[in-house]
C-alpha cells in the first residue's frame, strides 16, 4: 500500500463551533491521506452547520451530518463511526487542527499498530502566532508502545505540572479492531470517552504506538478550577471505570485502574465541594469535606494552587480618568 493512498476518515464531532469549524475542516481535506471528513454538528445553535458546509473543497469528500439534539462528543463520534468507510479513522476536535504532513507522518508508523498516537502541540487561544509545546514534553521518551498500565498511570494529573494525559491523544485506529472488539465510545460519557475507549482497547490487546509530535495542535483555553467539568460528568467515568474492572486484566493493571478511578473521585469530590460552598456555604462545603475525608488534602491543594495562579495572574491596568 502507497503511504499517500487516502485511507483515513476524519471525524470531527461539533458543538456550537463555527468560528473554529473551517479550520479544522481545511486542514483535514488538504491530507493526501484523507478518504474522508465526517462532520456531526452536535445540537448546535448557532452557524455551525454552514460554517462546516462552506468548508467543503469540490473533493466529494466532506459529509456534514446534523443532530437536533446534543448528545455529547461521544455519541456525535459513534454516528461518524457508523458513517466511516475507511480503513483508519482518526479523531479531530472542532477547535483544533492539523499542521500539513500529519497523516502522512502517521500512517507511515502503522505497520502492525492498532493505534498510532502523536504527542499534541498545544497552543493558547487568542495567541496563534506564540510557539507550541508538546504536551508529553519530557515526560516520556517517544517513540513509545503503550502498556494498559502505563496509560492509565498517565492519566492521573500531578499537582503543579503542567496537564499531559494521554487520553487527550487523537490517534489514527484501525477500524479493523474495533470491528473485531465491536468497539466504540461509551455514549454515557460526556468527560473521558476517549480515555475509556483506549484503555479497553489495550486491554483487549491493541498495539498503541506514540509517536514525537506529527501536526496535531490542540487549541488550549484559559480554565480555573471553577470551570471544570460537572458533578455528573465526573459520577458517569467513575462509573465507567468500576465496569472495566470487568476486563481481564492483570493485578498491576487493577490496581493501576483504582488508583486513576481515587484521583476521579478527588476531582469529584473537588466539584461537589465547590457546588455546595455555592449554594450553602462553608457549612455546606465543610459537609463535603466530612463524607470525602479521602480527598480531602486534593481539595485543599488544588484549590490553594488555584488561588496562587489566579494572583500571579496579571490583571489589566485600570482605565485612566478622563482629563477635565
Same mark, same amino acid.
Given at each position: 500500500?502507497?503511504?499517500?493512498?487516502?485511507?483515513?476518515?476524519?471525524?470531527?464531532? /461539533?458543538?456550537?463551533? #463555527?468560528?473554529?469549524?473551517?479550520?479544522?475542516?481545511?486542514?483535514?481535506?488538504? #491530507? $493526501? #491521506?484523507?478518504?474522508? =471528513?465526517?462532520?456531526? =454538528?452536535?445540537?448546535?445553535?448557532?452557524?455551525?452547520?454552514? +460554517?462546516? !458546509?462552506?468548508?467543503?473543497?469540490?473533493?466529494?469528500?466532506?459529509?456534514?451530518?446534523?443532530?437536533?439534539?446534543?448528545?455529547?462528543?461521544?455519541?456525535?463520534?459513534?454516528?461518524?463511526?457508523?458513517?466511516?468507510?475507511?480503513?483508519?479513522? &482518526?479523531?479531530?476536535?472542532?477547535?483544533?487542527?492539523?499542521?500539513?504532513? !500529519?497523516?502522512?507522518?502517521? %500512517?507511515?508508523?502503522?505497520?502492525?499498530?492498532?493505534?498510532?498516537?502523536?504527542?499534541?502541540? *498545544?497552543?493558547?487561544?487568542?495567541?496563534?502566532? &506564540?510557539?507550541?509545546?508538546?504536551?508529553?514534553?519530557?515526560?516520556?521518551?517517544?517513540?513509545? &508502545?503503550?502498556?494498559?498500565?502505563?496509560?492509565?498511570?498517565?492519566?492521573?494529573?500531578?499537582?503543579?505540572?503542567?496537564?499531559?494525559?494521554?487520553?487527550?491523544?487523537?490517534?489514527?485506529?484501525?477500524?479493523?479492531?474495533?470491528?473485531?472488539? /465491536?468497539?466504540?465510545?461509551? $455514549?454515557?460519557?460526556?468527560?473521558?470517552?476517549?480515555?475509556?475507549?483506549?484503555?479497553?482497547?489495550?486491554?483487549?490487546?491493541?498495539?498503541?504506538?506514540?509517536?514525537?509530535?506529527?501536526?496535531?495542535?490542540?487549541?488550549?483555553?484559559? /480554565?480555573?478550577?471553577?470551570?471544570?467539568?460537572? +458533578?455528573? #460528568?465526573?459520577?458517569?467515568? =467513575?462509573?465507567?471505570?468500576?465496569?472495566?474492572?470487568?476486563?481481564?486484566?492483570?493485578?498491576?493493571?487493577?490496581?493501576?485502574?483504582?488508583?486513576? %478511578?481515587?484521583?476521579?473521585?478527588?476531582?469529584?469530590?473537588?466539584?461537589?465541594?465547590?457546588?455546595?460552598?455555592?449554594?450553602?456555604?462553608? *457549612?455546606? +462545603? +465543610?459537609?463535603?469535606?466530612?463524607?470525602? @475525608?479521602?480527598?480531602?488534602?486534593?481539595?485543599?491543594?488544588?484549590?490553594?494552587?488555584?488561588?496562587?495562579?489566579?494572583?500571579?495572574?496579571?490583571? @489589566?491596568?485600570? @482605565?485612566?480618568?478622563?482629563?477635565?
Amino acid at each position: 500500500m502507497s503511504r499517500t493512498e487516502p485511507d483515513v476518515g476524519v471525524i470531527i464531532p /461539533a458543538h456550537n463551533a #463555527e468560528l473554529t469549524i473551517g479550520r479544522a475542516i481545511s486542514s483535514a481535506l488538504r #491530507e $493526501p #491521506e484523507c478518504s474522508e =471528513v465526517i462532520v456531526v =454538528v452536535d445540537g448546535a445553535t448557532d452557524g455551525t452547520a454552514a +460554517a462546516a !458546509r462552506a468548508g467543503d473543497d469540490g473533493s466529494g469528500r466532506l459529509k456534514v451530518i446534523e443532530l437536533q439534539e446534543s448528545g455529547g462528543p461521544a455519541q456525535a463520534r459513534n454516528r461518524a463511526l457508523a458513517e466511516s468507510r475507511a480503513a483508519w479513522v &482518526c479523531p479531530l476536535d472542532s477547535d483544533d487542527y492539523f499542521l500539513p504532513g !500529519r497523516l502522512g507522518r502517521m %500512517r507511515a508508523e502503522t505497520g502492525y499498530c492498532d493505534f498510532v498516537g502523536d504527542d499534541l502541540l *498545544r497552543v493558547i487561544e487568542g495567541r496563534p502566532h &506564540c510557539a507550541a509545546h508538546a504536551m508529553i514534553g519530557e515526560r516520556f521518551r517517544l517513540p513509545m &508502545c503503550l502498556s494498559f498500565e502505563t496509560f492509565v498511570l498517565a492519566n492521573i494529573s500531578r499537582p503543579n505540572l503542567p496537564r499531559a494525559e494521554l487520553g487527550f491523544l487523537k490517534p489514527l485506529i484501525r477500524r479493523g479492531f474495533l470491528d473485531t472488539h /465491536a468497539l466504540a465510545y461509551d $455514549p454515557k460519557l460526556r468527560l473521558g470517552e476517549d480515555f475509556v475507549l483506549y484503555a479497553t482497547a489495550l486491554a483487549l490487546g491493541a498495539k498503541f504506538k506514540i509517536l514525537p509530535p506529527c501536526g496535531y495542535v490542540a487549541v488550549e483555553r484559559a /480554565a480555573s478550577i471553577s470551570g471544570s467539568h460537572g +458533578a455528573t #460528568e465526573l459520577r458517569a467515568l =467513575v462509573s465507567a471505570s468500576r465496569q472495566m474492572e470487568a476486563l481481564k486484566l492483570t493485578p498491576d493493571e487493577r490496581q493501576a485502574l483504582r488508583e486513576h %478511578r481515587a484521583h476521579v473521585a478527588a476531582k469529584l469530590a473537588l466539584r461537589e465541594f465547590l457546588d455546595a460552598k455555592r449554594a450553602a456555604g462553608l *457549612r455546606g +462545603a +465543610a459537609a463535603v469535606l466530612a463524607r470525602s @475525608p479521602a480527598a480531602a488534602a486534593y481539595i485543599v491543594s488544588t484549590i490553594a494552587s488555584d488561588v496562587i495562579r489566579r494572583r500571579a495572574t496579571p490583571r @489589566p491596568p485600570a @482605565p485612566q480618568a478622563a482629563a477635565a
